[in-house]
């Protein structure tokens, strides 16, 4: 582990706002100890530039927009992964910068960031399944798939790629397509890279994940359990025994335990020397 790089993201969330790019790049420098951020960030405010000359003197939201995925997509060729989707420098801005190749959530943030540069308002929008961007100007009820391109959605467009994700038993809410905060936005890459990881039976770099994703969001209990079992998976057995005490007494308390994880930590306690039927109130 990159330790300047932990801390330079723990000092970056701390921020009030989060700069979610500044954000994403400590992310990757964990997996890349020898990357420099501020190359990537000058490689960002290079392409802001670029597009920016681009720009008429009237700043219509519809013609930015074109003119970013003109840029983006046809100039520069980004596109969504489609072969690899679960390679996990899809998850790494600096990859995608270098590749042209990402996922929905990092060309999103690919997008987010031009946006910001151009001092054009938009939101990341945590869809189930599929992650968008949305301008936020007045009367705005469009929607944009960094993943296909920069496609303009509408409502009907966005069920659409609900239902071709989960099939036609989900219905789009209202909150599917509500603005995504910078600590979400980032819960949410991390979470992508904790599954990857675990797909790949890669377990250091997955808890590293579940670390970062504590960090932001470290009331999460579901998190804590994994991190937890990962602890145990890796033999930091004191780390696994404090995680999975705190985590069965609390979803007891809470009321959130399952028989199958129920039984599964009690039996990880009780080799590791705990009693489960014994654990401290909280």
């Not at 790629?161 to 991390?190: F, N, W």
Request: hydrophobic letters at 40%.
């Amino acid at each position: 582990m990159s330790v300047p790089a932990r801390e330079r993201f723990i000092a970056e969330i701390q921020a009030d706002p989060i700069d979610l790019g500044r954000a994403s790049l400590w992310i990757a420098q964990e997996a890349y100890p020898d990357l420099d951020v501020e190359e990537y960030w000058a490689a960002l405010d290079e392409m802001a530039a670029e597009v920016r000359e681009r720009l008429p003197p009237e700043r219509y939201p519809l013609r930015i927009l074109k003119i970013l995925n003109h840029y983006l997509f046809e100039d520069l060729g980004f596109r969504g992964n489609r072969e690899d989707y679960y390679d996990p420098r899809n998850s790494f801005l600096n990859e995608v910068i270098d590749r042209r190749l990402g996922i929905p959530i990092t060309l999103s943030l690919l997008y987010l960031e031009l946006a910001r540069r151009l001092d054009f308002p938009m939101a990341g929008v945590g869809m189930p399944g599929h992650f968008l961007v949305r301008p936020l100007f007045e009367g705005s009820e469009i929607w944009v798939d960094p993943f296909h391109k920069g496609e303009i959605l509408f409502p009907e467009d966005c069920q659409e790629r609900l239902t071709q994700i989960y099939g036609p038993g989900i219905r789009l809410q209202e909150q599917y397509l509500a603005p995504t905060s910078s600590r979400m936005i980032l819960v949410r890459l991390l979470n992508n890279l904790k599954h990857i990881y675990l797909r790949r039976g890669e377990l250091e770099p997955a808890l590293a994940a579940v670390e970062r994703i504590l960090l932001l969001i470290p009331e999460d209990l579901g998190q804590l359990r994994d991190r937890g079992l990962l602890y145990y998976q890796l033999g930091h057995w004191p780390q696994a025994q404090q995680d999975l005490k705190y985590y069965l007494a609390q979803a007891r308390q809470d009321g959130e335990l399952n028989p199958a994880n129920d039984h599964l930590i009690r039996e990880i306690l009780r080799r590791l020397g705990t009693d489960p039927d014994e654990l401290p109130e909280l």
